[in-house]
């Protein structure tokens, strides 16, 4: 790896403040001062900024509960992120395995390790997700019928996946989906001439969010979370 990328993966700097620590003779690479940006780097070298070694962090593997109100972005102009919430060093590099809409609340996975954020959020896996949707209009009668043959969406060529539902209440449901389309749900309950007013990601695969989580509190996943991606 690059040691300006080294460097920017280590610690909180955006890569133009790396390429400035690197012009200012702050970084020493095995005990010799370095400048060049491109060198590359090797797991058994020491890098170091201002003396302190800078060691690789993670992979993280963190659980939020989502307040409404948060975009689940890196960065946005006009409202808070699910990043926001997070008190942890090098935020930068830590994604976002799976979106939820700003009106949208619960269960967030948040992590570094990108082969696993892709195990959860690619089609091709098939993880499932589990929320919980409060409508506008009592749900027709019919509704599991049409959510296990498929769904065709505003502006989708293909079927939904089959989908199960569990009915709460006359406008209270449990979905659970494989397959994340953008306003998947919201969409999904359109196409069941409804609206979905409340929405709450309960669970994503084998991993429910922690009823110990107060709203835009977070947690690391246990191993066994992690080793439940496959
Ligand atoms: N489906 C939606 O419509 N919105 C979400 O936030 C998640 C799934």
Redesign the pocket.
């Known amino acids: 790896m690059r040691l300006d990328k080294y460097i920017a993966d280590t610690t909180d700097l955006s890569r133009a403040l790396v390429k400035i620590a690197l012009r200012s003779k702050r970084v020493m690479v095995n005990g010799e001062q370095i400048k060049d940006a491109s060198l590359q780097i090797s797991p058994t070298d020491i890098v170091q900024l201002d003396g302190a070694a800078l060691r690789p962090v993670g992979p993280r593997y963190f659980m939020l509960h989502k307040p409404l109100g948060y975009i689940c972005a890196t960065i946005d102009n006009d409202h808070p992120t699910v990043l926001d919430l997070l008190d942890e060093p090098n935020k930068k590099i830590l994604h976002i395995a799976g ?3 700003i009106d ?1 609340t619960g269960l967030v996975l948040i992590t570094d390790d990108g082969p696993w954020n892709h195990r959860v959020t690619s089609p091709r896996h098939e993880c499932q997700k589990t ?1 919980r949707a409060t409508l506008a209009n009592a749900l027709i009668s019919d509704a599991e019928q049409k959510l296990q043959a498929g769904l065709l969406l505003n502006s989708e060529k293909q079927l939904t996946k089959p989908a199960t539902l569990e009915r709460l209440s006359s406008n209270e449901v449990r979905l659970t989906i494989s397959e ?1 389309k953008y ?5 999904m309950f359109a196409a069941l001439d409804n609206r ?1 007013v409340a ?1 709450h ?1 309960e669970r994503i695969g084998a991993i429910t969010l922690d009823d110990s989580l107060a709203v835009g509190e977070y947690r690391p996943l246990t191993e066994a979370e992690i080793q439940s991606i496959q």
């Open positions: 979106r939820l809409d949208t929320y994340g306003h998947q749900v919201k969409r979905v929405l990601r």
